[in-house]
């Protein structure tokens, strides 16, 4: 058994008092309180010192070394404590905890911040039962959707079995798994009301380098709403913002959403992901001296053909002309699941660099790669193949979309840190990539993406995007320059002339010899 497989992170009691006071400033006070996961019980000695004072504490833990702990706390005078062993994942909350008083619950505590698959890379037992309940498709499960907090479930079986019950939860946990708990009671039409998210510092109280907070809300009233103040600490009194929903989908701000809210739509154009090998050190090489160099330190003599210029997310806020030529990635294949023996023949000094690094290629754990050819890569198409691009860093908390042309008559990779678009032409991906810049689609951005994600930029942020709703909302003066000056870092040099206004078919059908009418003319 490894501890990492509880989440074991035991909340020091300075972090439970001011908790505890933050809820205590609502004025409410509850005769009863759950702790669903209370490890050594550091929560309840926290009520016990405090002026809550409730009639019944019930404790769930399932690790016998805490276990004596919680139960050697001592009850107040006309209050009972009950330390249940058991595990959360398998307990009925509703009939199974026996509550010998009634009156107002409080479910409070520290659920594990673990995920699923990290527990299972432990070979872990502490997990629910599987079952899709977010009921994602299959490609969202495979490319890694399926992942989920522990926490993120705990808090799913307590509003679902504590409905009748009227209760206030307030747990630590991630802000992205608050989030997530939001989207959940939104789509399954669970009643939820009064939520709040309160930030907290986790690496002072954890060493976690993870946004968290003191999330709460309560259950089973007749109004329900999936919205949350945000506070930017336990002590606040007014929140910073309120997140939500708009036609389902996720809003990080909405007072700012509903100031640009009307570009809201569906893009024009599917953006995709970059390409993903998850071998950096054998497929990504950096060229020093003329000669392609993997990070192993060893420089290769393998075919050109298979090695394609490369910019990665680190790489677009500094893109020049040294990044363009220095950094490439080896493609085996033109789309997924294509065969790759042909390398043998065509291409032997790369098949043979290939597989002297097999064992590398065989300990990838994503299920992308099982049962597909020999240095299988995934996120490659057609769309990989084009010239001429719009890309974007998905981890960047700040959005910035670059225009990108071939390198060296060569079309341009992105690595899976980005998301791409693939264009027809210079002009088509300056136009694009111009919009998107622009201060009116930068807001909108920044009114539903949750910028304290890992990844802040997802596809499902980048398809909200209608492009033709942002060519109706300004001129052809406002991206006129930041046009030019993507042309010119693709290396058209002689400039454009403009024809306004902007005509959103026009770009979309732009070929290499623009007609008569059309946007620009080179």
């Known amino acids: 058994m490894h501890i990492r497989e509880f989440g074991d992170f035991q909340t020091p009691i300075n972090l439970v008092e001011r908790v505890l006071r933050s809820l205590l400033r609502s004025g409410e006070r509850w005769a009863r309180v ?295 990635v080896i493609v085996t294949q033109r789309e997924v699941g294509a065969d790759t023996m042909f390398l043998k023949k065509r291409a032997p000094r790369l098949w043979a660099y290939l597989s002297a690094h097999k064992q590398i290629f065989d300990s990838r754990k994503s299920s992308v790669y099982r049962n597909k050819p020999p240095f299988s890569i995934f996120g490659v198409g057609k769309y990989s193949f084009a010239d001429y691009k719009v890309v974007i860093s998905g981890l960047h908390k700040e959005p910035m979309f670059l225009a990108v042309g071939p390198v060296n008559g060569k079309p341009l990779f992105c690595d899976d840190t980005c998301y791409l678009l693939p264009c027809r032409t210079a002009v088509q991906s300056a136009t694009i990539a111009a919009l998107l810049n622009h201060p009116l689609c930068r807001r909108f951005i920044e009114s539903i993406a949750f910028k304290d994600n890992k990844r802040p930029i997802t596809k499902r942020v980048l398809m909200r995007i209608d492009l033709k709703k942002i060519v109706e909302s300004i001129s052809i003066s406002e991206v006129r320059e930041a046009i030019a000056n993507s042309l010119l870092i693709m290396g058209h040099r002689e400039g454009c002339t403009y024809t306004p206004p902007i005509d959103l078919t026009s770009v979309l059908e732009l070929d290499k010899r623009p007609a008569q009418g059309a946007l620009f003319d080179l």
């Not at 398998?90 to 505590?109: A, S």
């Not at 893009?267 to 090489?285: N, T, Y």
């Open 34 to 328: 759950l702790e669903p996961t209370c490890g050594r019980g550091n929560f309840i000695q926290g009520i016990m010192s405090c002026n809550l004072l409730p009639k019944e504490i019930i404790g769930i833990e399932i690790q016998d070394r805490y276990l004596a702990e919680a139960r050697a706390i001592p009850p107040p005078p006309e209050s009972s404590i009950s330390i249940v062993k058991g595990n959360v994942f398998t307990i009925d909350l509703q009939r199974e905890l026996r509550w010998h008083r009634k009156g107002p619950l409080l479910v409070i505590g520290n659920p594990p911040w673990v995920t699923n698959s990290e527990i299972g890379a432990l070979e872990g037992t502490n997990l629910p039962q599987k079952s899709n309940f977010k009921g994602l498709r299959g490609i969202e499960a495979i490319t890694g959707q399926s992942n989920f907090d522990i926490a993120e479930y705990i808090w799913i079986k307590l509003i679902s079995e504590l409905t009748a019950e009227r209760a206030t939860i307030a747990l630590l946990c991630k802000t992205s798994v608050a989030r997530n708990v939001l989207q959940y009671a939104s789509n399954a039409g669970i009643d939820i009301s009064d939520a709040t998210i309160r930030l907290i510092d986790a690496k002072k109280w954890f060493g976690a380098s993870v946004s968290a907070c003191l999330f709460t809300l309560r259950t089973g009233h007749s109004s329900p709403s999936y919205q949350a103040e945000v506070f930017d600490s336990l002590e606040a009194t007014s929140p910073v913002k309120t997140i939500g929903f708009a036609n389902g989908l996720p809003v990080s701000d909405i007072d700012l959403y509903n100031k640009v809210s009307y570009i809201e739509g569906v893009s024009p154009f599917e953006w995709r992901q970059g390409i993903k090998h998850d071998a950096a050190s054998v497929m990504e090489l950096v060229r020093k001296e003329g000669r392609w160099r993997n990070s192993l330190g060893e420089e290769l003599y393998i075919e050109e053909e298979f090695i394609y210029p490369l910019v990665k997310g680190s790489d677009i806020r500094s893109y020049d002309e040294s990044t363009r030529w220095n950094r490439g």
